[in-house]
């Protein structure tokens, strides 16, 4: 299996190894077909994607992803939004659960963001009227909002998943955010299986401080999905613990949710968690369960012992020294 890995900027670089570091102790059967993209990349090539990385994403449809830089307020568009857009991978799926040795004030925490991809105001339709009004334009269509919420119940019907929340603020946005509910509670009809039920986005932000586990599955729109995202992330510790897939019909793209982070860039300082846990899903995706639950186990074992992790966990180890007791756990697994 050719999957293509691209480090990206800042620390990207260091937990894109620790990838393969782990696939080879795994013994899994995967070449990486290493791509560069990103502002560092930019600044050497006037491109911020290296030749032939778009060929080989649409040909071998697997990707892994280190974070990229994008300039705020200026400059080009988040490579990530290019991306999802060229590839069309329509969902953002981010699962949120506690780690056993990552403090915080919650326990228990199991839910899975289905975040729409293609359009919202994340499309990036706006203008200048003058040149002290600029206009942003929100899209929500009938059929994206159908195959996202589709996608939620069909991960909650195949995972024994309890419940599928819709977020919107169709209180105020009556016919954008009113077609994404309307959509949402046409399709629950389909799965009466499954409990189903409907927040406002800024009840949702309330409710999830106040008691995260009293939600299951949330699917929502672009731009909540990715605020939402954050602060389940903030709840369990933080987005180094926060994997992901940008996953269409043809195209998987998994990645780490946090920044390049270029203040600890080169020092090995870096916490891989998140990217090897979207490695994770990346091998339960590709049928390689057994390799992805040694990984997870070795991952979460490693971290509850709290002996050899980094120092955002509590620890003062490197992030290769991380990863090789990782590596040295998954031995005996």
Same mark, same amino acid.
Do not use: W
């Given at each position: 299996?050719?999957?293509?890995?691209?480090?990206?900027?800042?620390?990207?670089?260091?937990?894109?190894?620790?990838?393969?570091?782990?696939?080879?102790?795994?013994?899994?059967?995967?070449?990486?077909?290493?791509?560069?993209?990103?502002?560092?990349? =930019? @600044? +050497?090539?006037?491109?911020?994607?290296? *030749?032939?990385?778009?060929?080989?994403? &649409?040909?071998? /449809?697997? $990707?892994?992803?280190?974070?990229?830089?994008?300039?705020?307020?200026?400059?080009?568009?988040?490579?990530?939004?290019?991306?999802?857009?060229?590839?069309?991978?329509?969902?953002?799926?981010?699962?949120?659960?506690?780690?056993?040795?990552?403090?915080?004030?919650?326990?228990?925490?199991?839910?899975?963001?289905?975040?729409?991809?293609?359009?919202?105001?994340?499309?990036?339709?706006?203008?200048?009227?003058?040149?002290?009004?600029?206009?942003?334009?929100?899209?929500?269509?009938?059929?994206?909002?159908?195959?996202?919420?589709?996608?939620?119940?069909?991960?909650?019907?195949?995972?024994?998943?309890?419940?599928?929340?819709?977020?919107?603020?169709?209180?105020?946005?009556?016919?954008?955010?009113?077609?994404?509910?309307?959509?949402?509670?046409?399709? =629950? @009809? +389909?799965?009466?299986?499954?409990?189903? *039920?409907?927040?406002?986005?800024?009840? &949702?932000?309330? /409710?999830? $401080?106040?008691?995260?586990?009293?939600?299951?599955?949330?699917?929502?729109?672009?731009?909540?999905?990715?605020?939402?995202?954050?602060?389940?992330?903030?709840?369990?510790?933080?987005?180094?613990?926060?994997?992901?897939?940008?996953?269409?019909?043809?195209?998987?793209?998994?990645?780490?949710?946090?920044?390049?982070?270029?203040?600890?860039?080169?020092?090995?300082?870096?916490?891989?968690?998140?990217?090897?846990?979207?490695?994770?899903?990346?091998?339960?995706?590709?049928?390689?369960?057994?390799?992805?639950?040694?990984?997870?186990?070795?991952?979460?074992?490693?971290?509850?012992?709290?002996?050899?992790?980094?120092?955002?966990?509590?620890?003062?180890?490197?992030?290769?020294?991380?990863?090789?007791?990782?590596?040295?756990?998954?031995?005996?697994?």
């Amino acid at each position: 299996m050719k999957v293509v890995l691209i480090p990206g900027d800042g620390i990207g670089k260091e937990i894109s190894e620790s990838v393969k570091k782990v696939s080879n102790a795994l013994a899994c059967p995967i070449e990486f077909l290493e791509y560069q993209a990103g502002a560092e990349y =930019a @600044k +050497e090539h006037e491109s911020l994607l290296q *030749d032939g990385l778009m060929d080989a994403i &649409l040909e071998n /449809k697997v $990707v892994i992803k280190g974070p990229t830089a994008t300039p705020i307020g200026k400059g080009f568009r988040s490579i990530n939004v290019q991306l999802r857009q060229e590839c069309n991978t329509y969902q953002n799926i981010r699962p949120i659960q506690s780690i056993e040795g990552v403090k915080t004030r919650y326990e228990n925490i199991d839910i899975v963001i289905f975040r729409e991809n293609s359009e919202d105001l994340y499309l990036g339709v706006e203008y200048m009227c003058d040149n002290d009004t600029s206009h942003g334009i929100k899209i929500i269509t009938r059929g994206a909002t159908n195959r996202i919420v589709k996608a939620a119940f069909e991960y909650a019907k195949k995972n024994n998943r309890k419940k599928v929340t819709c977020v919107h603020k169709a209180n105020i946005m009556k016919l954008t955010d009113g077609l994404f509910l309307e959509e949402f509670e046409n399709v =629950a @009809k +389909e799965y009466p299986e499954i409990e189903s *039920d409907a927040v406002i986005i800024d009840a &949702l932000c309330m /409710k999830l $401080v106040q008691d995260p586990t009293q939600f299951d599955v949330l699917v929502t729109e672009n731009l909540y999905g990715d605020i939402i995202s954050d602060l389940c992330a903030g709840l369990v510790g933080g987005l180094g613990f926060a994997p992901s897939v940008n996953a269409g019909d043809d195209v998987r793209i998994y990645e780490a949710v946090h920044g390049s982070a270029p203040d600890i860039a080169g020092k090995d300082l870096a916490n891989p968690t998140a990217i090897l846990l979207a490695f994770e899903m990346l091998l339960r995706d590709s049928g390689m369960e057994d390799s992805a639950n040694r990984l997870k186990r070795a991952i979460l074992e490693t971290i509850k012992e709290g002996k050899v992790v980094t120092q955002d966990i509590g620890g003062n180890a490197t992030c290769s020294a991380f990863v090789d007791a990782i590596i040295e756990r998954l031995q005996t697994i």
